[in-house]
């Protein structure tokens, strides 16, 4: 019996999903149990996909912790006691704290394949897998237009012959500029004297602006609609856990490892409340009152 457990708080695309299946289904065989565990909002998001490809939904509790993780490691243990015992059990994240659930799957004698996002699977937790599936596009394999359109340039400039060169310009006789220069000096000595007229100094150039350090590698504008794109439970003004909202925030890259979600939502003190003040552990949104 094969298994395919779904975390889909990190395997969150239906792209991703059906990609995961269809390589599993054409290199491992078919896969009986096909669970997905995550929050109310991720399930819902992947609902067609998981409809589609008929895989059992388990929603989280609703606590200040997110318990996606958990839940899915109980139910691999509970499915690997089980007699006959599971052949092979995927498990479909590339977060690292799974590491100590593999190791003890496969000292049961059970496969473990590992499905994951290229983006997100981590490092520590290579070797642990039997095996590891990356899905997903692949970055940074194709140039871009302008390289690419560079590089012809370059090879053309390379590749035509020399450019011959321009034959110098017919020298005037000695006679006609010795003539010239008179004619101009006699003019000069001509013309009455006249006091200099002062010239302005130019203006100073102003100094061209520098690009900030790190602008090429900024993050994305942050504002109020992206938050609230990225965590759509907040939209109905009830309290939500903030550890389900920091994920989320996380996975949507509107902040990095080294920033807190309550440091960036505290931006924002009038659209969002933090309890308690002092640790909070919920977040709820406070909607703009509208113009009367």
């Known amino acids: 019996m094969n298994v395919f457990l779904i975390d889909a708080d990190n395997l969150n695309s239906g792209a991703w999903v059906d990609e995961a299946f269809r390589v599993l289904q054409e290199t491992e065989g078919p896969l009986p149990v096909r669970r997905a565990y995550g929050s109310a909002e991720n399930l819902k998001s992947l609902a067609d996909t998981l409809c589609a490809w008929a895989v059992r939904p388990f929603v989280n509790l609703a606590l200040t912790k997110n318990t996606t993780d958990m839940a899915l490691a109980v139910d691999a243990m509970e499915l690997a006691c089980q007699s006959p015992t599971p052949g092979l059990i995927v498990i479909g994240s590339g977060d690292a704290d799974f590491t100590p659930l593999v190791v003890r799957l496969r000292e049961r004698g059970i496969r473990v394949v590992c499905v994951s996002e290229r983006s997100k699977m981590g490092r520590e937790a290579l070797p642990a897998y039997d095996r590891v599936i ?38 005037t006789p000695a006679k006609k500029v010795a003539a010239k220069t008179s004619t101009r000096t006699k003019a000069q000595q001509e013309q009455p004297a006249t006091s200099p007229v002062p010239v302005p100094p130019p203006a100073p150039e102003k100094p061209a602006p520098q690009p900030a350090e790190g602008a090429a590698h900024a993050m994305p504008l942050l504002d109020l609609a992206a938050i609230l794109a990225a965590v759509p439970a907040l939209q109905t003004g009830q309290a939500q856990p903030l550890a389900a909202v920091a994920k989320a925030l996380l996975d949507a890259r509107l902040r990095g490892k080294n920033m807190t979600a309550t440091k960036l939502l505290k931006k924002f003190p009038q659209q969002f409340v933090l309890a308690p003040p002092e640790k909070p552990r919920t977040v709820q949104y406070i909607p703009a009152p509208s113009a009367a």
């Open 134 to 171: 990356l899905v997903g596009p692949e970055q940074g394999t194709a140039p871009s237009a302008p390289a690419r359109k560079t590089a012809r340039k370059t090879a053309a400039k390379t590749s035509s012959p020399a450019a011959s060169p321009k034959p110098a310009a017919a020298k």
